[in-house]
């Protein structure tokens, strides 16, 4: 079956720092796969996506790479800010299908 | 930008009775997703519709739900009596067309007493 599996929270940085929040998934086929934000009173929003093994997926200095042989889709920054503490979800999307799995969630908190 | 808009942001229920969340999607969408998170747990694909009826549903989605759109802009999810394991975030998403771009609502806490 098809399952997300995500690293749990809360994570806290200070400005500046490195993140990373581990995805793994489980899927029939070939998933296309995402991270959604949530930020505060707002709905989830799509962050970046990858459609096939060994895409890369970025936006807003995130990144993530679709990795078929570890089944991971890890999302990484380089230097958090403020402005990004938010809920982060994992998600994939089958190829048949027509709903998300989705992860439960990472919440980060970036202290300045 | 158009959004997802959900109400209310919170409610809150005594266990048995009926409640009715609502969802207005961007509005030239035509498919509607509801989903929901249990806390602490994953968020959940409940059903999906498409021109005016359920193209699909997941195990959750049982006799003590059902959704309608009422009207042009309304989507509406009901759960019939609710019950204590309900408690959950429920997310309304929208899409245009029946493929992974999907926009969410920032969804409607439910609190069963």
């Known amino acids: 079956g098809n399952s997300v599996t995500q690293m749990e929270g809360p994570v806290t940085l200070s400005e500046e720092a490195f993140l990373t929040i581990n995805c793994t998934y489980t899927?029939?086929?070939?998933?296309?796969l995402f991270w959604y934000v949530q930020y505060p009173g707002e709905g989830l929003q799509l962050l970046l996506k990858a459609t096939k093994a060994d895409d890369k997926g970025s936006n807003k200095g995130f990144e993530a790479t679709y990795r078929k042989e570890t089944t991971s889709f890890h999302l990484e920054k380089g230097s958090v800010q403020v402005s990004d503490s938010a809920v982060y979800f994992c998600?994939?999307?089958?190829?048949?299908?027509?709903?998300?799995?989705f992860g439960t969630g990472t919440s980060l908190t970036v202290i300045p | 930008e158009p959004e997802v808009t959900q109400t209310p942001s919170h409610q809150v229920t005594q266990m048995g009775q009926e409640v009715i969340l609502r969802c207005v999607p961007i509005s030239n969408h035509l498919y509607f997703y509801w989903y929901r998170q249990i806390l602490g747990q994953k968020v959940e694909f409940l059903v999906s519709?498409?021109?005016?009826?359920?193209?699909?549903k997941s195990e959750i989605f049982d006799d003590q739900f059902s959704v309608e759109r009422p009207d042009g802009s309304n989507f509406t999810l009901k759960i019939r009596s609710t019950k204590l394991e309900d408690s959950a975030m429920y997310f309304c998403a929208s899409g245009s067309v029946a493929t992974d771009t999907q926009y969410f609502g920032p969804g409607t806490r439910l609190t069963v007493l």
């Open positions: 998600a994939l999307f089958p190829n048949t299908g027509n709903q998300f799995y």
């Open positions: 519709f498409y021109n005016n009826e359920i193209s699909e």
């Open positions: 899927a029939t086929g070939y998933p296309s």
